[in-house]
Structures are given as structure tokens and as C-alpha cells.
């Protein structure tokens, strides 16, 4: 694999797992507005969003494992770092939809 294609995945995957995180922030707000059928949906788009990232992450730990890859730069760190960020997102919506629920169901 070349730096050309490595940069090009690498970008896909940043692209991908951003989009995640802002799913996940998105379905927090949603479910802070008691629209919960709206959050589980953004929860379920940013799922698909963040498998796609996953899947460019599986690819350059695939072509690293076959000694494709022997130098792993400042990119590929940044957009573990950010496929973190978002995995850490999604748990967050996840306990704030469940939250907000349970209040909303209290105010009854």
C-alpha cells in the first residue's frame, strides 16, 4: 500500500467516524427534546457511519499485519483518536437516551 492510498482510507475512516460522533450528539439532543424515536434513529445512522470507519480501520490494520504499511504516521493516529471519540459518543447517547426516558416516563 502506498502513502497515496493509506492518506485516501485514512481520510475515509476520519470522514466516517466523525460523522458517528455527530449522529450520537445529534440523537443526544433529540432524546433531550423527548423525540426518542428521532434519537434511536440517529443512533442506528451513526452505528452505520461508524462501521464504515471501522471498516477503513480494519483495512489499514490488515495491510500493516501484511507488511504493507511500515511506518504508521500522524494521520492514522489522529483518526484512531478520533474513531475513539466517537465510540465514547455513542455510549453517551445511549445513557442519555435511556436517562431521558425515565424522566420523561417520572413527569407522568
Do not use: P, W
Not at 460523522?19 to 434511536?40: C, L, M, T
Amino acid at each position: 500500500m502506498n502513502k497515496e492510498e493509506m492518506e485516501k482510507i485514512t481520510f475515509e475512516m476520519i470522514t466516517a467516524v466523525n460523522e458517528a460522533r455527530h449522529s450520537y450528539i445529534d440523537a443526544i439532543q433529540s432524546a433531550k427534546n423527548k423525540d426518542f424515536v428521532k434519537a434511536e434513529f440517529l443512533i442506528m445512522q451513526g452505528d452505520a457511519a461508524y462501521n464504515k470507519g471501522h471498516g477503513c480501520h480494519m483495512q489499514l490494520l490488515q495491510a500493516e499485519a501484511a507488511g504493507e504499511i511500515k511506518n504508521v504516521n500522524l494521520l492514522v493516529l489522529h483518526a484512531e483518536d478520533q474513531m475513539i471519540s466517537s465510540e465514547s459518543y455513542k455510549i453517551f447517547a445511549i445513557e442519555f437516551l435511556s436517562l431521558y426516558k425515565e424522566l420523561n416516563s417520572l413527569k407522568k
